[in-house]
């Protein structure tokens, strides 16, 4: 249990962008590797500063092994590769010694010694032309992190040892990257805070998925809060409260046994379908990016993936996209969502997802710029190596895939074209996939919406993308905090795009489903239910919450209520009419 400090407390307000509470130590995240402060020691702290630094360097061994476990685990042996070089780096004789000869006979504290001796050889490597080698600079500086990271948590405990901090913490940084949150220790963050960021940032949706309680948009941490001071993210209202006192803890706690004796009443619902109060069946899956996901989707009862993004798997290490990785990620996805079924995405890389060797330059507008699947057609054979792999799993089982950000009937069509190239290349060396495949479209932009009822007439099944077509719709940049304000999902615009795709697709005989984040916002369960939609995908940790809300709904007074919504002209009206509705049948839902 941890005491409250002596510290004044301090509230901060941001945007709650993933529910729940998380208390714990606070870390703050710098980008690059920290210069630590020029202090010098004592002849007679040497021994103690040394005996600091082997145990920061057992705890980086340990967190560098424990990586690899998990990497190997998840990817395959061959991708853990990366962590045996880490390894390497951490243990090389000739920097160790000459660290402590430094901290010996200079008397610089370990940190410092450490940091001068480790960043000379970084800057030697980044002066390197070969470019393997300059790379090898990201991996020490890597290691050299953890290793400063741990030697600032090691404490002296009170019979004059040292020992490290309990390891779990609560990230505080000026802004996560997804690539950033990608490669978070996830089982050692307890939640984040992050001076900027939106809702609707992939950082904000990985948090959700992943179940870690975050608040962005904070704007400034104040400067005298350190490293290991007590912090508590209050995921539910965007607070972070720094150095909370004893009634605030207390005030916490029963939240949090409130919360947990919902979750307990949500529990039988695991194992039942998804039914109106007047028994109208909607299909409730979950939204994946990583195969480690796949426990909690089917723990929470979901009915398969309805959104795997695989461009975090694609993002993450170049080594892992070739087509039998690709192909071995995707039937595990296959077989663990059996017999549901999974879609799996294409890759939407571009907007807030770039990876460095397609984006040297930056563009100016990253988000109406390349990305998706103007991208994938514009790299047709890599674009195929996906597909390939995604029709290989499909003998596995129930695959379908959907094609991101179409804005033109040629794209989609261009996509298809590409599917049909990739089925021929497999029949050629005789692998089997299913022939019969379903496709789908994302709608996610006002274009698409206007031309829904052609492209509706090249695919399966249509999933509305809400997180971009709100930013579309309303020409609000998703992760600019400055403007966030004016990202409404209630928009009667969005409502508007919204009804017009069910409309199309249902004109044209196919299913339509949502997979943004709006899927699982409660207040909004009456508009599905009014416009018939057919599935709802959302992240697993909302699966339950969703659930209990749809089944105390009737079909026919959500569209009576629905059609209502056309007199609204404002967010807040729309809202309004939703939340009467939510607050009459789901009260303890909405905390
Ligand atoms: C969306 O836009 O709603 C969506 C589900 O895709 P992403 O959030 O990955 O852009
Ligand atoms: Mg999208």
């Known amino acids: ?115 001068t001796v480790v960043k000379r050889y970084i800057d030697s490597l980044r002066k390197i032309a070969d470019p393997y080698l300059r790379e090898r600079a990201v991996d020490i500086e890597d290691v050299a992190k953890r290793v400063l990271k741990n030697l600032r948590w090691t404490v002296e405990t009170a019979d004059g040892s040292r020992s490290l901090q309990p390891n779990t913490r609560v990230l505080l940084a000026h802004d996560l990257t997804p690539s950033d949150t990608v490669s978070l220790d996830r089982k050692r963050v307890l939640g984040f805070a992050t001076e900027i960021g939106s809702p609707t940032s992939h950082t904000a949706i990985m948090a959700r998925s992943l179940s870690i309680p975050a608040v962005v948009a904070l704007h400034e941490f104040p400067d005298d809060f350190s490293a290991g001071d007590v912090v508590l993210i209050d995921g539910y209202h965007g607070l972070v409260i720094l150095n909370p006192d004893s009634a605030t803890l207390a005030e916490y706690q029963s939240l949090a046994e409130r919360e947990k004796s919902v979750l307990t009443d949500l529990e039988p619902l695991k194992h039942q379908e998804t039914l109106t109060a007047d028994q109208k069946k909607i299909i409730l899956s979950a939204n994946i990016e990583f195969i480690e ?13 309805g959104l795997y ?58 988000f109406l710029g390349w990305r998706g699947i103007r991208l994938s ?104 905090d400055r403007v966030a304000h004016l990202y409404q999902p209630y928009h009667p615009a969005v409502i508007a795009m919204i009804r017009e795709t069910v409309e199309a697709a249902h004109r044209n005989g196919i299913w339509c489903g949502i997979c943004g984040e709006v899927a699982s916002d409660i207040v909004m369960a009456p508009i599905w239910v009014g416009l018939g939609i057919d599935e709802l995908s959302v992240g697993a940790a909302q699966l339950l919450r969703t659930r209990r809300a749809i089944s105390r709904l009737d079909s026919t007074v959500c569209r009576e209520m629905t059609d209502r919504l056309r007199t609204c002209g404002t967010s807040d009206a729309v809202r309004g009419q939703c939340l009467e509705m939510a607050a009459k049948s789901y009260p303890e839902l909405l905390i």
């Open 1 to 115: 249990m941890i005491s409250p400090e002596s510290k004044p407390e301090t509230r901060l307000k941001g945007i709650g962008v993933s529910p729940g509470i998380a208390i714990g130590p606070a870390e703050r995240l710098g980008k690059t590797l920290e210069e630590p402060e020029h202090l010098y020691i004592e002849a007679a702290q040497v021994a103690g500063e040394k005996a600091r630094f082997s145990l920061a360097l057992i705890a980086t061994r340990e967190q560098i092994l424990e990586l690899q476990e998990q990497i190997s685990a998840t990817e395959g042996e061959n991708h853990s590769a990366i962590f045996d070089a880490h390894l390497l780096i951490l243990e090389d004789a000739s920097v160790l010694n000459e660290v402590l000869r430094v901290t010996e006979t200079k008397l610089k504290s370990i940190e410092w010694a450490y940091y």
């Open 309 to 366: 993004r695989t461009e975090f798997f694609y993002l993450s290490r170049i080594d892992l996209r070739t087509e039998e990785n690709q192909t071995a990620n995707y039937r595990t996805v296959a077989e663990a969502t059996a017999p549901h079924g999974v879609i799996i995405r294409t890759v939407d890389i571009g907007g807030d997802k770039l990876c460095p060797e397609l984006f040297e330059n930056p563009e100016p507008n990253p």
């Open 377 to 480: 057609l514009d790299e047709a054979d890599d674009f195929r190596i996906q597909l390939r792999a995604i029709l290989r799993a499909s003998a596995f089982g129930k695959v379908r895939l959907m094609f991101p950000f179409i804005s033109t009937l040629e794209e989609l069509q261009g996509a298809r074209t590409q599917l049909e190239l990739a089925k021929e290349e497999l029949r050629l060396i005789g692998v089997s996939f299913d022939e019969k495949i379903e496709v789908g479209a994302m709608i996610e932009i006002p274009s698409a919406v206007m031309i829904a009822d052609h492209l509706a007439r090249e695919v399966d099944f249509f999933s509305i993308g809400t997180n971009d077509l709100v930013q579309y719709t309303t020409a609000v940049d998703r992760v600019n």
């Open 293 to 305: 996901e796949l426990g909690g989707v089917s723990e929470q009862g979901a009915e398969g993936v």
